[in-house]
Structure formats: C-alpha cells, structure tokens
C-alpha cells in the first residue's frame, strides 16, 4: 500500500529566502503531483511528475523526481507573501487511478 | 481540462439529518472520486464512482453511510447520511480522464459540512 510522507509540516520563512520541501513514498508510484490549497479553496493543480529525473519549474516553483530514491522535492526559490499555502504531494500506484495524499505542508512567508 | 460545479459550497446541518452533494463535469469522464478532509487535515479518499457500476469504497467508509450515485458520465452525487458533528469536513470531488497522465486530476470547489 502506498503511503506518502511529506516533510517538513509547518515552514515559516522570510521572504527573499529560498528552501526545499521534500515527499517521500513507500513504494513504486506511477505519478507523482503537487497541488496548493488556500484556506477556504479547493486544490490548485502545481505539477504532474511521471518519469525519473522529471524537472518542472513555474514561477518561483521547481518540482522534481527521483523514483529510485522514492523522493519528490519541491524547491522554493526567493519566497513571496503570495506563496503562503498548503502544499500536498501527492501518488498513485499499481495502475490504479486513486491520489493517496501527504498530510500536507503549511507555508507561512513573513514578509 | 475539465471543469467541476460543485453544490452546495457550505451548509449547516442538523445531527440526524442528511446532505446531498453534487458535481457536475463540464465533460465525460470515466472515473469521479469523492474525498473528505477534516479540518486542518489531508484529503481521504472516500470512494471511486464509475457509471453504469456500484460505487467502490476506501476501508472505513460504507455505502449506508455515503451512498453515491452515478447516473451518467457528467453527473455524480454525495449523500453524507444520518449526520453527526464528526462528520464536519470539507467535501471535495475530483475527476480523472484522458488527461490524467499528463494534466493531473480536478477538483471540485468543495462542501464545507458543519453539523450541529
């Protein structure tokens, strides 16, 4: 059964800093996504990771994925107060369609 | 990709009572997925709706209490049964089609669900 980890929890940060959230799964995904959830919203789709050694990058953004560590790290680069949100990583595995998510990661930029 | 209408945004219900949601897709899609997340906590996934086929439910979570339906490929419902303040979460749809390999999944906008 897959499980998804997601570390650190709570980050509070300065804008202008930069930093790296990791994701770790317990067996083999086939893909690999993160999502933001404002408070009150839905989840905003961020990126769709599906191959070893994918890189994507939006903004101030990156994602990227190691399958053979089991790792996904989403990598912030000089925060800004707008990126203050809850950010989920999240797999699926053996075929099926089913997203088992992280617990999620609450991001607090302090202007 | 596809685009979710979901109903209601929030309601305040009474314990005993029941609640219905809906989420309607903007295209035909195979699979919808209802998930829970309870406040301030990650999404579950509740249960996989197929047309034409009996709801497939997550361990925990049974169809007497969360009956679904599934009428057609646009069209699903949640019904959150004989409620009590435990069940008090937010209430998310999510859709996988073709372009769940590369564009990721949907969601819904979500019920906020108080029980009183």
């Known amino acids: 059964e897959l499980k998804v980890e997601q570390n650190p929890l709570f980050l509070s940060m300065q804008e202008g800093k930069n930093y790296t959230i990791y994701c770790n799964y317990s067996?083999?995904?086939?893909?690999l996504y993160w999502y933001r959830q404002d408070p009150g919203k839905s989840l905003e789709s961020l990126f769709v990771l599906l191959s070893n050694g994918a890189v994507k990058q939006e903004g101030r953004l990156m994602a990227s994925l190691d399958t053979k560590a089991r790792l996904s790290t989403l990598h912030i680069t000089a925060a800004v107060h707008d990126l203050s949100a809850t950010y989920f990583c999240a797999g699926t595995q053996g075929g099926s369609e089913k997203l088992v998510f992280g617990k999620g990661m609450k991001l607090t930029v302090n202007p | 990709s596809a685009v979710i209408s979901q109903k209601p945004s929030r309601d305040i219900c009474q314990r005993g009572t029941s609640l219905t949601i809906q989420c309607q897709v903007d295209?035909?899609?195979?699979?919808m997925f209802w998930y829970r997340q309870q406040p301030g906590q990650s999404l579950t996934l509740i249960a996989t709706?197929?047309?034409?086929?009996?709801?497939?439910?997550e361990s925990g979570f049974v169809i007497d209490k969360f009956p679904i339906s599934r009428p057609n490929l646009t069209f699903s419902t949640l019904t959150v049964s004989n409620m009590s303040p435990e069940d008090s979460s937010i209430y998310l749809c999510?859709?996988?089609?073709?372009?769940?390999?590369?564009?990721?999944?949907?969601f819904g906008s979500g019920t906020r669900l108080t029980v009183v």
């Open positions: 999510s859709v996988a089609g073709t372009e769940v390999r590369s564009g990721g999944y949907t």
């Open positions: 067996t083999t995904s086939d893909r």
């Open positions: 295209s035909q899609v195979t699979m």
């Open positions: 709706a197929n047309q034409g086929s009996e709801a497939t439910y």
